[in-house]
């Protein structure tokens, strides 16, 4: 008999350890929102459905909430738009100063948010613009918009032209071409492209507030706002809550490609 | 680069666009976006250099006292009163990406090189691995504190065991905001990691493996090499959010007066002390340093792969 390689179950073993480590912070917010806590959500008093069954009765939590989605949406749609556009134009058309182009993308990328936010927050004052609603969607929309362009363009790499060729061998009109065939194909791309905007936008702390976080409650900001006096179990909830709706969205579709896939390998 | 990973088929087909034309349309496509972030992203920038060279007659509740100018003596401060918030915001920022590089590599090596051939399971585990973005960052971080908070569990055994003296805590420390930072930005470094791990020939280790070199010195020489730009790519993700990151040294979080960080002092000037000018300054000081890495990066990788 082969001796039992220990050598092989480090690096398993170690994966372990790992995702233990990524994953305890989510266990503990999720196990803190069924916590029975009357005043602090600090210790364990014991397990209730309550924060989960009654999550909007106190604490303003669900309008902090509210605001962020109105938010997010809005600037979603703003920004994979304008995303979407550039990276088809990346990707499928020669131009200038294409090196310039990537550098101003990559740039809002790599910016800390507190120079992003304060350097927003000063243009905003020497304009005379009031913070609120709409200076917190011209911000979220501005460091939504690179993350657009990189998803979408992942997609577009992967789009045969010859598919467009051939509508327009068929006579389809470019607008045509693009509604029926181009973009129906980019779709994946562009709902993920939005997923990850929504995601990005509705967890965003510190650029909102520098830029309305005064006057207007995110669900980041009441976070913060709250974490003086003890954040209450109903954070939690939508924090738990948030966190299984989107794995579950990824999950979906990585289940689902990867199905198409061993299909396809089928067919050939 | 990295942000590839976010996108679930990213194929390599390259095809050689017949359909690629010049000028015009590209520029109609590309116009709105780019006005949008020259407005709002570069704008900003000079604004914040003017702000930084303006002065603040009284420090007023609501900004009254404030007058455009040249004044350089904002940034002068930098070398004397925030001396000690530029000493934090960077070694924290470097320990933290070092601890983080160590931890992720083996890790996306696992993923990308052990679990070669199990697309599914290399997935999923990626998945785990971004699972922290989608619970809310100030959760995660409040989760942490609570976890080691001053009457936690953990605190009273490491008491009990000698470990910490009977008035030391964990909380407040550098180490609970280098810690915090670590996790923080631990998925900025494993997906850049994985993508180029994941792409990495296997037949390149064998072949080091063949011509008798050592586990060892296949990795130095050969894995590590060829992995280098997810390493400088993962790095630089890493570093800079982090250099610039507040929320885990904040008192409410794992810091305290002891662990400022640039970016606490950022906030504090400007959002509760209305001094605009020297968080301006700051801010401007902050991203000069972060121009400077990326240049160095650009100009050693080019910019092509930068998207």
């Given at each position: 008999m082969?001796a039992?390689?220990f050598?092989?179950?480090?690096?398993p073993?170690?994966?372990?350890?790992?995702?233990?480590?990524?994953l305890l912070p989510?266990?503990?917010?999720?196990?803190?929102?069924?916590?029975d806590?009357?005043k602090?959500?600090?210790?364990?008093?014991?397990f209730t459905?309550n924060?989960?069954?009654?999550v909007?009765?106190?604490?303003?939590?669900c309008?902090?909430?509210?605001s962020s989605?109105l938010?997010?949406v809005?600037s979603?749609?703003i920004?994979?738009?304008?995303?979407?556009?550039i990276a088809?134009?990346?990707?499928?058309?020669?131009?200038?100063?294409?090196?310039?182009?990537s550098?101003?993308?990559?740039?809002?990328?790599?910016?800390?948010?507190?120079v992003?936010?304060?350097g927003?927050?000063?243009?905003?004052?020497?304009?005379?613009i009031?913070?609120?609603?709409?200076?917190?969607?011209?911000?979220?929309?501005?460091?939504?918009?690179?993350?657009v362009?990189?998803?979408?363009?992942a997609?577009?790499?992967?789009?045969?032209?010859a598919l467009e060729?051939?509508?327009?061998?068929?006579?389809?009109?470019?607008?045509?071409?693009f509604?029926?065939?181009?973009?129906?194909?980019?779709?994946?791309g562009?709902?993920?492209?939005?997923?990850?905007s929504?995601a990005?936008?509705?967890?965003d702390?510190?650029?909102t507030?520098?830029?309305g976080?005064?006057?207007?409650?995110?669900?980041?900001i009441?976070?913060y706002?709250a974490?003086?006096?003890g954040v209450p179990?109903?954070?939690?909830?939508?924090?738990?809550?948030?966190?299984?709706?989107?794995?579950?969205?990824v999950?979906?579709v990585?289940?689902?490609?990867?199905?198409?896939?061993?299909?396809?390998?089928?067919?050939? | 680069?990295a942000?590839?990973?976010?996108a679930?088929s990213?194929?390599?087909i390259?095809h050689?666009?017949?359909?690629?034309?010049?000028?015009?349309?590209?520029?109609i496509?590309l116009?709105?976006g780019?006005?949008?972030?020259?407005?709002?992203?570069l704008a900003?920038?000079?604004s914040?250099i003017?702000?930084?060279?303006g002065?603040?007659?009284a420090?007023?509740?609501a900004?009254?006292?404030?007058?455009?100018g040249f004044?350089i003596?904002?940034?002068?401060?930098l070398?004397?009163d925030?001396?000690?918030?530029?000493?934090r915001?960077?070694?924290?920022?470097?320990?933290?990406?070092?601890a983080a590089?160590?931890?992720?590599?083996?890790?996306a090596?696992f993923?990308?090189?052990?679990?070669?051939?199990?697309?599914?399971?290399q997935?999923?585990?990626?998945t785990?691995v971004?699972?922290?973005?989608?619970?809310?960052?100030?959760?995660r971080t409040l989760?942490?504190s609570?976890i080691?908070?001053?009457?936690?569990?953990?605190?009273?055994?490491?008491?009990?065991?000698?470990?910490?003296a009977?008035?030391?805590y964990?909380?407040?420390?550098?180490?609970?905001v280098?810690f915090?930072?670590t996790?923080?930005f631990?998925p900025f470094?494993t997906l850049p990691l994985?993508?180029?791990?994941?792409?990495?020939?296997?037949?390149?280790?064998?072949?080091?493996a063949?011509?008798?070199?050592?586990?060892?010195k296949?990795f130095?020489?050969v894995?590590?090499?060829l992995?280098?730009p997810?390493?400088i790519?993962?790095?630089?993700?890493?570093?800079?959010?982090?250099?610039?990151?507040?929320?885990?040294a904040s008192?409410?979080?794992l810091?305290?007066?002891?662990?400022?960080?640039?970016g606490?002092?950022?906030?504090?000037?400007y959002?509760?002390?209305?001094?605009?000018?020297?968080?301006?300054a700051?801010?401007?000081?902050?991203m000069a340093?972060?121009?400077?890495?990326?240049?160095?990066y650009?100009?050693?990788?080019g910019?092509?792969d930068?998207l």
């Amino acid at each position: 008999m082969k001796a039992f390689d220990f050598k092989k179950l480090i690096l398993p073993f170690y994966a372990v350890i790992a995702f233990v480590f990524l994953l305890l912070p989510i266990a503990y917010t999720v196990a803190f929102s069924f916590n029975d806590s009357t005043k602090s959500n600090a210790q364990w008093q014991g397990f209730t459905l309550n924060n989960w069954l009654q999550v909007c009765v106190r604490q303003g939590v669900c309008e902090a909430v509210g605001s962020s989605i109105l938010i997010g949406v809005i600037s979603t749609l703003i920004a994979t738009v304008l995303g979407t556009m550039i990276a088809i134009a990346l990707v499928r058309y020669k131009f200038k100063a294409r090196e310039a182009v990537s550098l101003g993308l990559f740039l809002p990328m790599a910016t800390p948010e507190v120079v992003m936010g304060s350097g927003l927050a000063a243009e905003f004052f020497n304009l005379g613009i009031g913070q609120g609603y709409l200076t917190i969607i011209i911000a979220h929309v501005m460091f939504c918009l690179s993350f657009v362009v990189v998803t979408v363009k992942a997609r577009v790499q992967t789009l045969d032209p010859a598919l467009e060729e051939a509508g327009r061998d068929l006579y389809a009109n470019p607008r045509r071409v693009f509604m029926k065939i181009t973009l129906p194909l980019l779709m994946p791309g562009i709902a993920a492209a939005a997923l990850l905007s929504f995601a990005l936008s509705f967890d965003d702390f510190i650029i909102t507030y520098f830029n309305g976080g005064q006057t207007v409650t995110t669900f980041p900001i009441f976070i913060y706002a709250a974490a003086t006096r003890g954040v209450p179990a109903e954070a939690n909830v939508i924090g738990s809550a948030v966190f299984f709706l989107a794995i579950a969205i990824v999950l979906f579709v990585q289940i689902r490609s990867s199905l198409r896939n061993t299909r396809l390998a089928k067919l050939k | 680069m990295a942000f590839g990973a976010f996108a679930h088929s990213t194929s390599d087909i390259k095809h050689k666009n017949a359909s690629q034309k010049t000028g015009k349309i590209a520029w109609i496509l590309l116009a709105p976006g780019l006005a949008y972030l020259a407005l709002f992203f570069l704008a900003p920038l000079f604004s914040l250099i003017a702000v930084s060279l303006g002065s603040i007659e009284a420090v007023s509740l609501a900004n009254q006292g404030f007058r455009y100018g040249f004044n350089i003596q904002n940034f002068a401060q930098l070398g004397t009163d925030y001396l000690p918030h530029v000493i934090r915001s960077f070694s924290y920022a470097l320990i933290a990406t070092a601890a983080a590089l160590l931890i992720s590599y083996p890790l996306a090596y696992f993923i990308g090189v052990k679990l070669r051939g199990r697309p599914l399971l290399q997935r999923m585990l990626v998945t785990l691995v971004i699972a922290p973005f989608f619970i809310s960052f100030l959760l995660r971080t409040l989760a942490w504190s609570q976890i080691f908070s001053n009457e936690s569990w953990i605190v009273h055994e490491l008491q009990t065991l000698g470990l910490l003296a009977p008035d030391q805590y964990i909380i407040g420390t550098p180490f609970a905001v280098v810690f915090g930072l670590t996790y923080n930005f631990i998925p900025f470094m494993t997906l850049p990691l994985y993508t180029t791990l994941e792409k990495l020939d296997i037949r390149y280790l064998e072949a080091g493996a063949d011509l008798y070199a050592s586990p060892r010195k296949v990795f130095t020489k050969v894995t590590l090499p060829l992995s280098m730009p997810g390493v400088i790519s993962g790095t630089l993700l890493t570093f800079i959010p982090m250099a610039g990151d507040y929320v885990n040294a904040s008192k409410n979080f794992l810091g305290s007066a002891h662990t400022q960080m640039l970016g606490n002092v950022i906030e504090s000037k400007y959002i509760s002390e209305h001094n605009m000018p020297i968080a301006s300054a700051l801010s401007v000081a902050l991203m000069a340093v972060i121009l400077i890495i990326v240049g160095v990066y650009v100009k050693r990788t080019g910019s092509e792969d930068l998207l």
